[in-house]
């Protein structure tokens, strides 16, 4: 769990840190959470009625991966099992990109984020 909790922070801030509407990602092991924001500068949170850690959650779950919309916030959390291998890693990763990028561009679509 230490190698490949170091590993799942090492590519959730590779696949995350960097899109626009990702105010932060933190986490330690395999317990993570990447944090969504209208503005990055100035961490400025989504009009509530948006839904979009609830929209991300869902994107990922019809992708097969729970992962948990938290209720303060847009906020998506991880806390895969310790026996996770770097291979599944991968996969949740890829798989929350996958829906993340999705809710983004759907956002785009419809506020004008660019």
């Known amino acids: 769990a230490r190698i490949v909790g170091a590993y799942f922070q090492q590519r959730l801030t590779a696949a995350f840190a960097q899109l626009p509407i990702v105010g932060e990602v933190r986490g330690v092991g395999l317990m993570g959470a990447v944090e969504f924001v209208a503005d990055r500068e100035r961490k400025t949170r989504f009009d509530t009625g948006l839904k ?63």
């Open 52 to 114: 979009v850690g609830a929209r991300i959650s869902k994107a990922a779950r019809d992708r097969g991966l729970i992962a948990r919309a938290m209720p303060h916030g847009d906020i998506l959390g991880f806390a895969p099992p310790l026996v996770t291998t770097k291979e599944e890693v991968d996969e949740i990763v890829g798989i929350a990109e996958a829906a993340v990028r999705e809710v983004m561009d759907a956002l785009s679509r419809e506020t004008a984020i660019a």
